[in-house]
Nanobody, 112 residues
Framework: EVQLQASGGGVVQVGDSLRLSCATSGFTFGDYAIGWFRQAPGKEREGVSFISSSESRTYYTNSVKGRFTISSYNAKNTVYLQMNSLKPEDTAVYYC?????WGKGTQVTVSS
């Protein structure tokens, strides 16, 4: 059974940092791209960042380039999203995803 567990959200101030973690199980970790999505109130879910460990490729949506860094730790089957210089518009529920599977989200709130 595929499981994804996101954690690390919280309430921070503008300019602060957070690191989200996505612990995974139930599939061969390095064989699939894993992504972070977010959904703000009243908005559609959007893709934030993806990582393909097998291809050593990463992707970032334009609004987070230069501020967010995605990484993976294969020994722990975990993907991280380091978020720096946070802005109020980063406020959302963040979800990790692999294929058709979604974890429960973690709330990130950036207050000004």
């Amino acid at each position: 059974e595929v499981q994804l567990q996101a954690s690390g959200g919280g309430v921070v101030q503008v300019g602060d940092s957070l690191r989200l973690s996505c612990a995974t199980s139930g599939f061969t970790f390095g064989d699939y791209a894993i992504g972070w999505f977010r959904q703000a109130p009243g908005k559609e879910r959007e893709g934030v960042s993806f990582i393909s460990s097998s291809e050593s490729r990463t992707y970032y949506t334009n609004s987070v380039k230069g501020r967010f860094t995605i990484s993976s730790y294969n020994a722990k089957n975990t993907v991280y999203l380091q978020m720096n210089s946070l802005k109020p518009e980063d406020t959302a529920v963040y979800y990790c995803n692999v294929g058709f599977y979604w974890g429960k989200g973690t709330q990130v709130t950036v207050s000004s």
